[in-house]
């Protein structure tokens, strides 16, 4: 089991730009969630879907967009990408067998210039 | 609203010292889950303990300890006898909502980055 998949690992964008990260799971889990995580501030959620077909804002949803394409995909788009979005983005999925511990991919360091 | 707060930042001890990471939660919810989590220098998270709001007791597992309070709403971490292998950042996180909602989210603290020196 590859557990939390993301692509790609680095990526740098000019400002303006657009790209879609993407992340799979196969653990069956119907939670999949988008976090950012900047120096000294922790992690904060972007965006989540519930199930297949449903998604939600989180903390910091401006400037993001989400797609979630089945159960397995929950890909994280970011339409013209700004300095600010520069960060590291972290996928995670969460498991409603123990007690909704999430369970989270190896992150995507994305600088913007 | 929900709250997490870790008002350590960073903490340096040497090795084989004791040390309390400290995190303060705010919900209104009384049935919630808490969690602490480990970010070692690779970058990845690795999941430590949860917690729900209904069991208090104390968990120990081998060096580490975690002590719940509700009346205080801490939910704070013990690493006995430090080693430099526990040098991460360790982030407190709270989960909103009912315990087995499918849509609830987890909300993070900033973090404390632990540093053992030899």
């Known amino acids: 089991n590859a557990g939390v998949t993301q692509t790609p690992k680095f990526q740098v964008l000019k400002t303006g730009q657009s790209m879609t990260l993407q992340c799979a799971q196969d653990?069956?889990?119907?939670?999949m969630y988008w976090y950012r995580q900047d120096p000294g501030m922790g992690l904060r959620l972007i965006y989540y879907?519930?199930?297949?077909?449903?998604?939600d804002k989180g903390e910091v949803p401006n400037g993001y967009n989400v797609s979630r394409l089945n159960k397995r995909e929950f890909s994280l788009r970011l339409e013209s990408a700004a300095p600010s979005q520069t960060s590291v983005y972290f996928c995670a999925t969460r498991d409603p067998l123990r007690a909704y511990e999430q369970y989270f991919g190896p992150g995507t360091r994305l600088t913007v210039t | 609203a929900q709250k997490v707060t870790q008002v350590q930042t960073e903490i340096s001890v040497v090795e084989k010292e004791d040390v309390t990471l400290d995190c303060v939660y705010e919900?209104?919810?009384?049935?919630?889950?808490l969690f602490w989590y480990k970010q070692p220098p690779s970058g990845e998270l690795v999941f430590l303990i949860r917690?729900?709001?209904?069991?208090?007791q104390n968990e120990i597992s081998g060096r580490y300890s975690w002590n719940f309070q509700k009346s205080t709403s801490s939910f704070n971490f013990t690493i006995t006898a430090s080693q430099v292998v526990d040098s991460a950042v360790y982030f407190c996180?709270?989960?909103?909502?009912?315990?087995?909602?499918?849509?609830?989210?987890?909300?993070f603290g900033s973090g404390t980055r632990l540093s053992i020196r030899p």
């Open positions: 919900t209104r919810d009384t049935t919630y889950y």
């Open positions: 917690r729900n709001s209904f069991d208090e």
């Open positions: 653990m069956n889990h119907n939670s």
């Open positions: 996180a709270l989960s909103d909502g009912p315990g087995y909602s499918s849509a609830s989210k987890i909300i």
């Open positions: 879907s519930a199930s297949e077909g449903t998604t």
